[in-house]
């Protein structure tokens, strides 16, 4: 088994190297430790004036800024590999015995899809190093894979502790039905104990499913406490996290109730904003 984490510097990359380790150790994983060094924003550099001089000066200029540029790109390789050096000492103090470390100059999207198709699970910060001081922003590169992820994406919290108990916030739908699928029969929560909540009406339907994934996830030896309330989503959630010693929330990323819409301005967003613990997302 596999999984693939992202460090970028920044003050969640210690986060994501712990619960990256404390996964890969539950699943007997592999980690490969990306450092994504993106494209450069350029709108805060000054423009270049070079087409109004002359030819000898203009060439001279056009040298300068192509070394200027050599040395900010050698430079910008030079820091990612001292921080994939750093995030790998970590897994390795953490107990990972095995960590492949890859510097990509890359769109990060493109590299989560790129390398996801042979990983278990992708590990990455709420917020990156350009947004960390916003704290009730997403960074935007978390929510563009949200939107782009196959496999489950774990969106780790500032910092880790133990993980002792799992919810799952279930609305039947087939994202929902796909983790729990996920969860029996893989090793990450095994022995852990799960509640299964639901948000909405008690229909026989809605119980029917609960019932069906409780069984399927007691068969794998879990623990499993149903319960089903009423109100809105989020603070129904955040209560329940607060308050009934949740260490993980997990959630579809897609369904067909009031969770429904679940990226940009719905539940989930509001979920990974406010979370003060890692939320797994399946689509």
């Known amino acids: 088994m596999k999984l693939i984490a992202f460090v970028d510097g920044s003050t969640y990359s210690l986060s994501v190297c712990d619960h990256a380790a404390w996964a890969a150790k539950r699943m007997d994983a592999s980690i490969d430790l990306f450092h994504v060094l993106g494209r450069r924003d350029r709108s805060g550099e000054p423009a270049d004036l070079s087409g109004s001089l002359r030819l000898g000066a ?137 509640l299964l909540l639901h948000v909405g009406n008690d229909t026989p339907e809605i119980r029917s499913r609960m019932e069906g994934a409780s069984a399927l996830l007691k068969k794998a030896g879990q623990d499993v406490e ?16 607060e308050t009934r010693g949740v260490g993980l929330l997990l959630m579809g990323a897609y369904g067909h109730s009031r969770i429904r819409n679940l990226i940009i301005g719905s539940t989930t967003t509001q979920m990974v904003r406010s979370c003060k613990i890692p939320v797994m997302m399946f689509r």
């Open 58 to 194: 203009r060439s001279t200029l056009l040298k300068e800024m192509a070394d200027v540029d050599a040395e900010r790109a050698k430079l910008e390789h030079a820091r990612g590999r001292l921080v994939l050096e750093d995030a790998k000492a970590r897994l390795v103090e953490d107990g990972v015995a095995e960590v492949e470390t890859r510097l990509r100059n890359d769109d990060i999207v493109a590299t989560v899809r790129e390398y996801e198709g042979g990983a278990d699970l992708v590990v990455i910060g709420k917020r990156g190093e350009a947004s960390s001081v916003a704290l009730e922003h997403l960074g935007s590169n978390l929510e563009r894979i949200l939107r782009s992820a196959t496999k489950p994406v774990l969106v780790v919290s500032r910092a880790f502790k133990p993980i002792e108990r799992y919810m799952i916030a279930f609305d039947g739908g087939p994202s929902v039905m796909k983790a729990v699928e996920h969860i029996g029969q893989g090793r990450l929560f095994r022995d852990m104990p799960c």
């Open 226 to 241: 149903i319960e089903i309330a009423q109100g809105e989503p989020e603070k129904v959630i955040s209560t329940a996290v």
